[in-house]
């Protein structure tokens, strides 16, 4: 049987704070690394034609406002996707997928 892993509590205030940010069309995923560290990854619209580090300032500003120092630090990676920076085609594949 698989272990349960207890979600800490820094977690979910992040996720619904992210998830209020960037709207009903986002997509907030979270990703146990080790320990209590979580990796969260956004995908919205509202990063369309936004550069990294503006995606970056805006979602590790929020996390700022959210969480504790000491659980700031515990969020290994805010990754931020547009929408639009997805393949909706699954044949699509690159040279690591390939094996060169």
């Known amino acids: 049987m698989a272990e ?3 979600v800490p509590a820094y977690v979910m ?3 619904d704070a992210l998830a209020l940010q960037y709207g009903s069309d ?3 995923a979270i990703e146990h ?3 209590d560290r ?5 995908v919205a619209s509202a990063f369309r034609g936004m550069d990294h580090a503006d995606r970056q300032t805006q979602v590790w500003s929020l996390a700022q406002s959210v969480l504790k120092q000491s659980d700031l630090v ?3 990676m805010i990754l931020t996707v ?3 920076e997805l393949y909706e085609d699954s044949s699509h594949t ?3 997928d390939e094996g060169v």
């Not at 979580?38 to 956004?42: D, S």
């Open 38 to 42: 979580y990796r969260f990854v956004v």
């Open 26 to 28: 986002a997509t907030i």
């Open 74 to 76: 515990k969020v290994s």
């Open 82 to 84: 547009a929408d639009d």
């Open 33 to 35: 690394i080790m320990s």
């Open 4 to 6: 349960a892993t207890l």
């Open 94 to 96: 690159t040279d690591s």
């Open 13 to 15: 205030p992040l996720r």
